[in-house]
């Protein structure tokens, strides 16, 4: 089976821009989730999508917004674009997302590095 | 919110165990534990989960003890290609009705030596 693949791998941007960024997930699997990883803050949760809809947010501005599209793939957009945005954006997909205080394994993408100048 | 606690950076030499521990003391009753591995530059990887006493795959063993306020993932034999961030989660309530998020930490940072 294909892994999960995120597209593009790498970014650069200027501050006020927007950006897309692309994830397919494992093929099977309803839920997207989004993380963004930085040095100083670590792995921090954006938002989850399953079967079209999201059912969880982290705390991110209104400017972090995410969709997922019939076939479970998943886009995360940015707009105006501040130079505290540049990270390592990670997607993960699994089968299903939780029940009681069991969730499912995750399978993340290897990223898309975002630069903002 | 069960927060977890566990080491910054640990040290060890290649052949050796290594157990690296974490403190959950407020975990909720039905959660169950699970650790990711991660190296530079890529997504972190799935280890192992557990809900109590022991767990052991082909990677790793997951040792909780009876009370579950900490847990310990054990890596038999380590090698370079083991130095790695893992992070101990527990899944922390949604802001979605019914929905679970994993909250990562800052990981514990394995270095293996030669």
């Known amino acids: 089976k294909a892994g999960v693949t995120q597209t593009p791998r790498y970014l650069i941007k200027t501050r006020g821009q927007q950006v897309t960024l692309s994830c397919s997930p494992i093929?099977?699997?309803?839920?997207v989730s989004w993380y963004q990883q930085t040095p100083g803050q670590g792995l921090q949760f954006l938002f989850e999508?399953?079967?079209?809809?999201?059912?969880n947010k982290g705390n991110f501005p209104g400017r972090f917004s995410g969709r997922q599209f019939s076939n479970s793939r998943s886009e995360m957009n940015v707009s105006t674009l501040e130079l505290g945005d540049s990270a390592l954006y990670l997607c993960a997909s699994s089968p299903w997302s939780g029940s009681g205080g069991l969730l499912s394994p995750l399978h993340f993408g290897n990223g898309t590095r975002l630069t903002v100048t | 919110l069960a927060k977890t606690t566990q080491p910054i950076s640990m040290d060890s030499y290649e052949g050796q165990e290594v157990n690296i521990t974490c403190s959950h003391n407020?975990?909720?009753?039905?959660?169950?534990i699970t650790w990711y591995q991660q190296f530079p530059s890529q997504g972190p990887r799935f280890i192992i989960q557990?809900?109590?006493t022991k767990v052991t795959n082909e990677v790793a063993s997951l040792f909780i003890p009876a009370d579950r306020k900490s847990s310990t993932l054990s890596l038999p034999r380590v090698s370079l290609s083991d130095t790695a961030v893992y992070y101990c989660?527990?899944?922390?309530?949604?802001?979605?009705?019914?929905?679970?998020?994993?909250?990562f930490g800052k990981g514990t940072k394995l270095s293996v030596i030669p």
């Open positions: 989660l527990s899944p922390a309530q949604g802001s979605g009705a019914g929905s679970y998020q994993l909250t």
């Open positions: 093929s099977g699997h309803r839920s």
């Open positions: 407020n975990i909720a009753t039905n959660d169950y």
């Open positions: 999508y399953f079967s079209e809809t999201q059912r």
């Open positions: 557990g809900y109590k």
